[in-house]
């Protein structure tokens, strides 16, 4: 946004209707994240009812995963343009709407057409909710309302296994999607009442074609690194996408001429790139915890879905205090204390879990889940409390949007990544089936530990920017 732009917008609520919004914006969140996490678990007895084999199974998570980074840019760019709050509200029917095709669905093309909308849905939410976050509430208090509202999205991500698990078990896949459709009836009318109507800047132009090529290219690099996780990185496909992807993503990166991408005000802050690559490092974190750590529990340590949810509980309290009490620590500890502290315990309960492996007693496993699960939450909602507070508010949701999409490739990443060290190593050191795993939680562990020096530039917004907001 260039200098001439309008002023920001002030704060539009004030006292208790400022935190009751909060909680409205919780909801779609708390249900996305339930969603996303959730039908992992659901996915042999999806495939079982529709008739489709195992290995075709993973595109129910890879295709909804894609279809939300993808678009994130272009969603915030428009937010930003229009208002956040019609996205939202439309992300939320939309979300609603691909829900129910899941819910219904007799064919498995149906259904992942219906994750697709899910994907979608959920980015135009995600990107926007954060900017009305961002607008409700002032200076002091956004740290601690950024850290609930992680808080409340975090119980959903950890929790998703344990609420699909004993939905599934106690009706059908299908009940999982459908009671989506009832929460989110509920915030939908919530946010209508709540939300203030945020104009947006009407003389920012939008450049379709090069946000389109754009989320093309993120849409084929993260599909690409995606599939080499399970297919391996010397593929034609994998390699093809990768480059192709990659090619349009440098062509626009060498395209010095028009209007950036993503407004100067948002990229050339520090405290954004630093928030930004905090988010990153300890997503590659979250993602090796959220997807190995299961798939072991299981197959290791022979627990049943059910119990592997309840295990789980160790990881997801714990994010949830830590997401809760992130905004306390940034205010009297600053950002680059807050950061770093919660970078390193993260890595402390990765090397934990890497040391012990879950072929333990649970009580061991717990309590590595546990340091991880308190370091990732309050990093989680620190990083992105940091990146907005330096960002004019009129430029809240693209740069939600920008963080969001790059934390995600992260996760893609780190994931990917992982999948390839364990079957290396578990290749290599044959009857060691631990080996693959323990070795991925310690890279894990390292990537986490480059928080701690990352946080070195974290520092208060200046005044200048504060002014602006």
């Known amino acids: 946004m260039s200098s001439t732009a309008p002023a920001a917008r002030p704060r539009t609520e004030h006292g208790a209707r400022a935190w009751i919004t909060l909680v409205a914006l919780s909801l779609p969140m708390l249900v996305l994240s339930i969603d996303a996490n959730g039908v992992v678990v659901l996915l042999p007895t999806i495939g079982a009812d529709l008739g489709v ?10 295709v909804s995963s894609l279809a939300f980074a993808a678009p994130l840019v272009l969603v915030g760019r428009i937010a930003d343009r229009v208002g956040a709050r019609p996205l939202l509200l439309g992300g939320i029917v939309g979300f609603a709407v691909a829900s129910t095709i899941c819910a219904v669905t007799q064919t498995f093309p149906l259904l992942i057409a219906g994750r697709a909308l899910q994907g979608v849905a959920s980015a135009c939410c ?18 601690i309302a ?12 950890a929790a998703g296994p344990l609420v699909a ?36 800047d009407r003389t920012r132009s939008i450049p379709v074609l090069r946000l389109l090529v754009l989320t093309f290219g993120i849409w084929t690099v993260s599909a690409g690194i995606q599939r080499a996780g399970v297919d391996g990185w010397v593929q034609v496909g994998v390699i093809g996408s990768l480059v192709v992807g990659g090619a349009a993503l440098v062509v626009l990166l060498r395209r010095r001429t028009g209007e950036p991408l993503v407004s100067t005000d948002v990229t050339g802050s520090v405290a954004f790139r630093v928030g930004v690559a905090e988010a990153t490092l300890s997503n590659w974190g979250s993602g090796v915890i959220m997807v190995l750590i299961p798939i072991a529990l299981q197959s290791i340590a022979h627990l049943d879905v059910l119990d592997t949810g309840l295990v789980f509980l160790a990881f997801s309290v714990p994010f ?5 009490v992130s905004g306390v620590m940034m205010r009297r500890l600053g950002p680059r204390w807050t950061l770093a502290t919660s970078s390193a315990v993260l890595a402390a309960g990765l090397v934990l879990l890497a040391c012990t492996g879950v072929d333990v007693p649970v009580v061991v496993v717990g309590l590595g889940l546990a340091v991880a699960g308190l370091g990732n939450g309050v990093v989680y909602s620190a990083s992105t409390s940091h990146s907005l507070a330096a960002v004019p508010i009129d430029d809240a949701a693209e740069a939600s949007a920008t963080l969001n999409m790059v934390r995600v490739l992260g996760l893609a ?57």
């Open 165 to 200: 698990s004993v939905v599934g078990e106690l009706w059908s896949w299908r009940v999982f999607f459908a009671v989506n459709v009832g929460l989110l009836g509920i915030a939908f009318v919530m946010l209508a009442v709540l939300v203030p109507r945020l104009h947006g």
């Open 413 to 469: 990443l780190g994931i990917a990544l992982s999948n390839s060290i364990v079957r290396v190593v578990d290749d290599v050191v044959p009857g060691r089936s631990e080996a693959g795993l323990r070795v991925a939680l310690g890279v894990a562990a390292v990537i986490a530990a480059a928080g701690v020096v990352v946080a070195r530039r974290a520092a208060p917004v200046p005044v200048d920017v504060a002014e602006r907001r």
């Open 53 to 62: 084999g195992a290995d075709s199974m993973s595109a129910v998570v890879t």
């Open 320 to 324: 949830a205090v830590g997401g809760a």
């Open 146 to 157: 950024i850290g609930v509202w992680g808080a409340i999205g975090g119980i959903g991500g």
């Open 126 to 143: 995600f990107a926007t909710s954060l900017a009305v976050v961002d607008a409700v509430f002032d200076d002091d208090r956004l740290p």
